[in-house]
């Protein structure tokens, strides 16, 4: 059983579409997340929620809009594709920290290729 | 402005030996520390963790060890396995309790 499921996997569009990439974990988790691999291979973080309130949106073009119809879900939405949009997706879960806990659990991506 | 840098991209190890993967962060507000590990075509998963309390954890054939005057932490695998060649991340987290992530080192272990 998937902890945290992202689909699509893949995903080639054209630039000016718009598109979701949808996310769904079953561990119970209260926080869910969007990370962006981009080409320099980094992580960064793009949203996150908690209890179906945004709490982290980090410089992100408001063509990205997360939407959480429940805390088990947390899917993507972004309009007017650019070419640097293309990258991976990561969703990602976690408990509400606690004290220096904050074990994210990942899903396995979406790579998105604007073109 | 990278708050946690791993200047290597690659590292090639033979099968047996050991395996140092590094990392350095700048934010001296960063608390607790994580490793993870991400093959291809999958999302990255948790390996091992360490708290600013602790200069030491050690799980199975991985050890992490924490420098915080010199804001440099390790990942020590002891004795490498093909099987452990992927990406390796550090990561960082301060009170806010989010994460921040280096690029990612790529480990071959050469059978």
């Known amino acids: 059983d998937t902890a945290v499921s992202q689909t699509p996997k893949y995903l080639v569009t054209q630039m000016g579409n718009d598109k979701s990439i949808k996310c769904e974990q079953n561990?119970?988790?209260?926080?869910m997340y969007w990370y962006k691999q981009d080409s320099k291979k980094f992580l960064k973080i793009m949203f996150s929620?908690?209890?179906?309130?945004?709490?982290i949106n980090e410089t992100v073009p408001n063509r990205f809009s997360p939407k959480s119809p429940d805390k088990a879900h947390l899917n993507l939405h972004i309009n007017s594709l650019e070419l640097g949009d293309s990258a991976v997706y990561f969703c990602?879960?976690?408990?509400?920290?606690?004290?220096?806990?904050?074990?994210?659990?990942f899903g396995e991506g979406s790579w998105l290729t604007v073109v | 402005d990278q708050q946690v840098k791993q200047n290597s991209p690659s590292l090639s190890v033979q099968e047996g030996r050991i395996s140092i993967l590094n990392c350095d962060y700048t934010?001296?507000?960063?608390?607790?520390f994580l490793w993870y590990k991400k093959y291809p075509a999958e999302g990255p998963t948790f390996l091992i963790s360490?708290?600013?309390?602790?200069d030491k954890n050690e799980d199975g054939r991985f050890t992490v060890f924490l420098n915080k005057s010199a804001k440099h932490l390790s990942l020590h695998i002891v004795p490498s396995q093909p099987g452990d060649s992927a990406v390796y991340f550090c990561?960082?987290?301060?009170?806010?309790?989010?994460?921040?992530f280096g690029s990612g080192t790529q480990l071959t272990v050469l059978p």
């Open positions: 990602a879960s976690s408990r509400r920290g606690g004290l220096g806990v904050n074990t994210i659990y």
């Open positions: 561990l119970g988790h209260d926080t």
């Open positions: 929620y908690n209890n179906k309130e945004l709490i």
């Open positions: 934010n001296s507000m960063f608390d607790y």
């Open positions: 360490i708290s600013s309390i602790k």
């Open positions: 990561a960082a987290s301060g009170s806010a309790r989010q994460l921040t």
